[in-house]
Nanobody
Framework: QVQLVESGGDLVQPGGSLRLSCVVG??????????MGWYRQSPGKQRELVAYITKRGTKSYADSVKGRFTIARDHVTNMMFLQMNSLKPENPAVYYC???????????WGQGTQVTVSS
């Protein structure tokens, strides 16, 4: 049974930083997953991709966060991270981590962690 558990969400001022964490529980190393990503969803809006990392370590970011956010993973702790710097005042959003074992397989989702950027 694969379980993803996010943490690290908080209320932060514009320009501040947060680091989100995602613990990947279940069989196998974090390197087992062909794709892992961070998504966010604001009330009334569709869930959107923020960043992803592939099995081989290729990373990609949404244009809105390029240069400010960094996705990373640690196989020792089986965790994925999202370092968010220079946060902008935007609609509050729940950030979710996502993992896919094989291309086209059903992805796993965490329960989400709330991020609010406001003064």
């Amino acid at each position: 049974q694969v379980q993803l558990v996010e943490s690290g969400g908080d209320l932060v001022q514009p320009g501040g930083s947060l680091r989100l964490s995602c613990v990947v529980g279940g069989p196998g190393s974090i390197f087992t997953y062909t794709y892992m990503g961070w998504y966010r969803q604001s009330p009334g809006k569709q869930r959107e991709l923020v960043a992803y990392i592939t099995k081989r370590g290729t990373k990609s970011y949404a244009d809105s966060v390029k240069g400010r956010f960094t996705i990373a993973r640690d196989h020792v702790t089986n965790m994925m991270f999202l370092q968010m710097n220079s946060l902008k005042p935007e609609n509050p959003a729940v950030y979710y981590c996502n993992a896919m074992m094989f291309p086209g397989s059903t992805p796993y989702w965490g329960q989400g962690t709330q991020v609010t950027v406001s003064s």
